[in-house]
């Protein structure tokens, strides 16, 4: 079992920054891949950006040249540093992660762009 808790998540003025941040334990063992995902309100949960075991990256048209993940090896997180925010970013971000024994999510936690 796996377990991913989110954090990072809160308020931000169009054009700030945030850093989320997912951190893992539990039987992890080799991780397949990892990635973040939003849903908004009224709509599907959408991918906004991941990375495989391989380093290969894919982020969202919408996120690109905004969003960036990366790895806190001092905290043993992954973090997805979101800058330039817009309201269209406006979403509960979840963590996602596939290791062997199946795909894990965590509880999501709330970004909000607004001024």
């Known amino acids: 079992q796996v377990q991913l808790v989110e954090s990072g998540g809160g308020l931000v003025q169009p054009g700030g920054s945030l850093r989320l941040s997912c951190a893992a334990s539990?039987?992890?063992?080799?991780?397949?891949?990892m990635g973040w995902y939003r849903q908004a309100p009224g709509k599907q949960r959408e991918m906004v950006a991941t990375i495989t075991s391989g380093g290969m990256t894919n982020y969202a048209d919408s996120v690109k040249g905004r969003f960036t993940l990366s790895r806190n090896n001092a905290k043993n997180t992954r973090d997805l540093q979101m800058n330039n925010l817009k309201p269209e970013d406006t979403a509960v971000y979840y963590c996602?992660?596939?290791?062997?024994?199946?795909?894990?999510w965590g509880q999501g936690t709330q970004v909000t762009v607004s001024s």
């Open positions: 539990g039987s992890i063992g080799s991780i397949n891949a």
């Open positions: 996602m992660m596939i290791v062997v024994t199946g795909i894990y």
